[in-house]
């Protein structure tokens, strides 16, 4: 299991937020977490990677790290099989796409100029963006930009993908392709977990849904999915 929280209590600037949180996520899971804005979804994801301390639970554990003892400088190593994907994008605007992928590569211990070649090269390919390595940010599209910050979070081959909103400035058809893309990610065995306000996608794109609410994290999957996610009616 890559997520395993049992009666977990998540505060945000020592206000509780959410209090007795069950949430779990699988090898190669699709996760959606739903809720009004101020309802929490935010300040679970930034617990994964451990934006946000976790300091009471009866079990919280992320790939297999328990974070209510892990240490700052077991942080990093925790990071390195996560990729992180936020609503704005945060992608270096200073130099090109390239470079903003070669960055992370070298942030993350890549030496062999070669190897992170091939890596950047196989990513864009995989996100539909090979043409676009030597462009500048600022040229791209916001649809462009989010899929290079996709390619960004799976360089290292990430166990898990955090997505905060994702598509929440984007329009309807290029929200869909970023969906669609995340999904596809997901059948490699990549576990997904995307907070949204976009509930069409749901039925769509089927996966586990967990609602935040009135300070609670609920498991309402079978509220949202209008076909099982084995398929039957």
């Not at 490699?188 to 609670?216: E, F, I, R, W």
Request: aromatic share 8%; charged share 25%; proline share 3%.
């Amino acid at each position: 299991m890559f997520v395993d929280y049992k009666n977990v209590s998540i505060y945000q600037d020592s206000v509780c937020v959410l209090a007795g949180v069950d949430f779990h996520v699988e090898e190669g899971e699709f996760i959606y977490i739903i809720g009004h804005v101020g309802s929490g979804k935010s300040s679970l994801l930034k617990t994964l990677y451990c934006e946000l301390d976790v300091y009471e639970g009866d079990e919280a554990v992320v790939l297999g790290r328990d974070l209510l003892k892990i240490k700052r400088k077991g942080v990093p190593a925790l990071r390195k099989e996560l990729g992180v994907i936020f609503q704005d994008f945060q992608l270096l605007h200073d130099r090109s796409v390239y470079k903003n992928l070669q960055f992370v590569l070298k942030a993350t211990g890549w030496k062999g100029k070669a190897e992170m070649n091939e890596r950047i090269d196989e990513v864009l390919e995989s996100v539909g963006m090979s043409d676009k390595k030597e462009k500048m940010p600022y040229e791209l599209s916001g649809g462009e930009q989010q899929r290079i910050a996709i390619a960004r979070a799976i360089l290292n081959k990430p166990k898990m993908i955090i997505a905060d909103e994702p598509t929440g400035n984007l329009d309807p058809e290029t929200a869909d392709n970023i969906v669609s893309l995340l999904k596809q990610i997901s059948l490699t065995g990549t576990a997904v977990v995307m907070s949204t306000h976009n509930l069409p996608m749901l039925d769509k794109y089927p996966g586990v849904v967990y609602q935040c609410k009135d300070g609670h994290l609920n498991d309402v999957t079978g509220e949202y999915n209008k076909i099982s996610l084995t398929g039957d009616e």
